[in-house]
T-cell receptor, first 113, second 114 residues
């Protein structure tokens, strides 16, 4: 089946540093989504990407839909302690069931004040 | 986005029993889904909850184990039947609105089976 390779698996950074994480796949996706999950909570949508090459920002977050439609990255600039959490990428392919978002395994971000 | 609530938020259950999880949305949505997130893992789709008809299950999930109801456009339930410790997970509902591709998630139900 389709799989997303998300890296890195975890990151330990200093407050103020920039962060970059990415997802790759051997399959093409029509939509890429980035979520953040805090402990004990459901995933919260950060950024949605619908078009190959699209670059979208949400505050200190920037994400891009790869031109090949097989990858996406998320950057966080000037990290702060509340950025701590697990970040998931998710891809949607219209060829699958309509709800079948494929999730990456997540990137666990730790920020040292 | 949509405001999504789930009940219960957490529960501890005995092996062999069943638990029904409720998902309520503050407005009508086109699609509702149920996911499982095993400890330390990513999210896996269990099924799509279809209003007025049987849910559509993903490979590896069956109706007898995870019966689902969706009586209207704002409410769905997932039952975890005949539970075993392997069912210990977070169960999440999500929704899609209109023709959007994005999905919004509820806060999850943390289930522990002893």
């Amino acid at each position: 089946g389709q799989q997303l390779n998300q890296s890195p698996q975890s990151m330990f950074i200093q407050e103020g540093e920039d962060v970059s994480m990415n997802c790759t796949s051997s399959s093409i996706f029509n939509t890429w989504l980035w979520y953040k999950q805090d402990p004990g909570e459901g995933p919260v949508l950060l950024i949605a990407l619908y078009k190959a090459g699209e670059l979208t920002s949400n505050g200190r977050l920037t994400a891009q839909f790869g031109i090949t439609r097989k990858d996406s990255f998320l950057n966080i600039s000037a990290s702060i302690p509340s950025d701590v959490g697990i970040y998931f990428c998710a891809g949607l392919n219209y060829g699958g069931s309509q709800g079948n978002l494929i999730f990456g395994k997540g990137t666990k971000l730790s920020v040292k004040p | 986005s949509a405001v999504i609530s789930q009940k219960p938020s957490r529960d501890i259950c005995q092996r062999g029993t069943s638990l029904t999880i409720q998902c309520q949305v503050d407005s009508q949505v086109t699609m509702m889904f149920w996911y499982r997130q095993q400890p330390g893992q990513s999210l896996t789709l269990i099924a799509t909850a279809n209003q007025g008809s049987e849910a559509t299950y993903e490979s590896g999930f069956v109706i007898d184990k995870f019966p689902i109801s969706r009586p209207n456009l704002t409410f769905s339930t997932l039952t975890v039947s005949n539970m075993s410790p392997e069912d210990s997970s977070i169960y999440l509902c999500s929704v899609k609105r209109g023709s959007e591709d994005t999905q919004y998630f509820g806060p999850g139900t943390r289930l522990t089976v002893l």
